[in-house]
């Protein structure tokens, strides 16, 4: 994995959510440890990824399909998390965004892509 390229893939999507990025991390699943971010939250990061860890058991226990590549939570204030989904690396990208400063549409068809794709190369490289 390259953590230089992943620091890069962070910045590309703070650009690209021109100012709506309020914190981001990138981290072991499992673990909790962060390798990359910005405006990191370490107790957020552990949080989501207990929830995370939960709602797969949940799900599965309920019958439901699996999380594929995100899930997303409205949250109160017009704030959304965003949190990615990269079961076969072993790793989960969260975000807080502002939901004033970005629409849906592009956070969900243009910026979570862009991110998928970076974390990807960067992972590979």
Request: proline share 2%.
């Amino acid at each position: 994995m390259n953590v230089k390229k992943l620091k890069e893939a962070v910045n590309v999507l703070n650009e690209s959510l021109d100012g709506a990025l309020i914190s981001s991390d990138i981290w072991s699943s499992g673990t909790g440890t962060a390798i990359a971010g910005y405006n990191q939250n370490p107790q957020a990061t552990a949080l989501f990824d207990k929830v995370t860890d939960y709602m797969h058991k949940a799900l599965k226990g309920a019958g439901f399909p699996g999380i594929k590549d995100f899930y997303l939570l409205e949250m109160e204030n017009d704030m959304m998390v965003v949190v990615l989904q990269f079961k076969e690396q072993g790793y989960q990208w969260g975000m807080l965004v502002d939901g004033k400063k970005v629409n849906l549409g592009m956070l969900l068809n243009i910026s979570v892509p862009a991110a998928r794709k970076a974390f990807l190369e960067a992972y590979n490289d």
